[in-house]
């Protein structure tokens, strides 16, 4: 792959400055506290499409639970999924219990210190692989993400698509052929710029940027219009109905088929709208019945409830709740007894996982029974 030597020169001069910036002006996060092998890993999964600040509660707690890679291998599910509850791309965990249980057979528990066989590890890609084995080893390789390849694209005053796989894997390549001995710190220092400097969606923050007068896009006046990025495909929207059942002090959860979208994870009962006109009452009735949920004599108290939108990466979910208080339930739904739970609010809180999309009906919840007691 033929690299121009001017673009080489630009990135390789970037390395000094970077470092020396990183050095003072990191943020201070635990994972970097203390880059073990396994704590860069689970950091790394939990940080894709997942705000810093956000992952720090959830990193503590998981480690608190799951300390090492043999803990990871050996967890139920249950108690995976309740950990990662909020976080979303459910499949990043499972994957990473499928690789714990790799590196229990084949690695004697310990991940591998090379960059070859981390990435062949189920749910690692090159980036991670990169971060693992740069961060964790001290390997040259890169760790090329969205943020880097912001950073690197202005500098260079790239008009290359970062959308396509072609433009990470050349840039891959050429930061391979400048990588520097502290290869962790410098693929770090990129992570960084990129986050709190070099901004996406907006005006980078310029006058702050240790490489400002390397960077081509900035002397070009061009910085606010690269990368260039193609657009994605637009997401289609499901109107649905989330019934939020409760009878006495419990809540009917139901539990999701083990493949596809929130697999195997807890729900409010919902269905897809036909948005026909009707009375609550008979909607009510209408969707129970094709829930498969059975309320004796439909005694039932029923009510409008908060409305939510939640965007998953290829479809978006426009939800109405509706509030049923049932004085009793017979049956388990269609989908047999072990799909469905009548569960308390701390049974709720502390063992079921029920996804982020249906967070406002949680909240709602937690709230009543919260000024039930007292």
Not at 153 to 174: F, M, P, V, W
Not at 239 to 258: A, D, M, P, T
Not at 321 to 348: H, M, P, S
Request: proline residues 5%.
């Amino acid at each position: 792959m033929e690299i121009q030597s001017d673009v080489k020169k630009i990135y390789a001069d970037t390395v000094p400055y970077l470092l020396q910036w990183y050095d003072y002006n990191r943020r201070i996060l635990p994972w970097r506290e203390s880059p073990t092998p396994y704590h860069v890993w689970v950091s790394e999964i939990m940080l894709q499409q997942t705000r810093v600040e956000a992952v720090r509660g959830y990193y503590d707690r998981f480690l608190t639970c799951l300390p090492d890679v043999a803990a990871l291998a050996s967890a139920q599910e249950e108690v995976l999924l309740k950990l990662w509850e909020g976080l979303g791309y459910y499949n990043r965990v499972r994957n990473m219990q499928k690789a714990a249980r790799i590196l229990v057979e084949q690695y004697d528990g310990q991940m591998p210190a090379e960059y070859e066989k981390i990435r062949a590890l189920p749910g690692i890609g090159d980036y991670t692989a990169g971060a693992i084995a740069s961060i964790a080893f001290g390997l040259p390789y890169p760790a090329v993400d969205g943020n880097v390849l912001r950073v690197m694209s202005r500098i260079a005053c790239s008009e290359e698509d970062i959308a396509k796989e072609k433009t990470k894997q050349k840039l891959k390549h050429e930061l391979t052929l400048i990588m520097p001995e502290r290869s962790g710190d410098f693929n770090q220092s990129l992570m960084e710029l990129g986050a709190t400097v070099c901004l996406p969606n907006g005006r980078p923050l310029c006058d702050q940027c240790p490489v400002m007068h390397l960077c081509k896009a900035f002397h070009a006046g061009r910085e606010t219009e690269l990368p260039v990025k193609s657009g994605k495909k637009e997401r289609r929207v499901e109107k649905r109905v989330v019934y939020v059942i409760s009878c006495g002090e419990k809540i009917l959860l139901h539990r999701r088929e083990k493949k596809g979208l929130l697999a195997g994870l807890w729900e409010f009962p919902n269905v897809l709208t036909d948005e026909k006109e009707r009375d609550l009452q008979t909607r009510a009735e209408s969707d129970l019945e094709q829930l498969g949920i059975q309320l004796p004599g439909m005694k039932l108290t029923v009510r409008k409830s908060k409305k939510a939108k939640h965007i998953f990466s290829h479809v978006e979910w426009h939800m109405e709740g509706i509030r049923i208080e049932a004085q009793d339930f017979y049956g388990n739904g269609k989908d047999g007894q072990e799909e469905w739970a009548f569960v308390t609010v701390q049974e709720l809180q502390n063992i079921y996982p029920v996804p982020s999309a249906f967070e406002v009906f949680l909240k709602d919840v937690k709230e009543e029974k919260a000024i039930d007691e007292k």
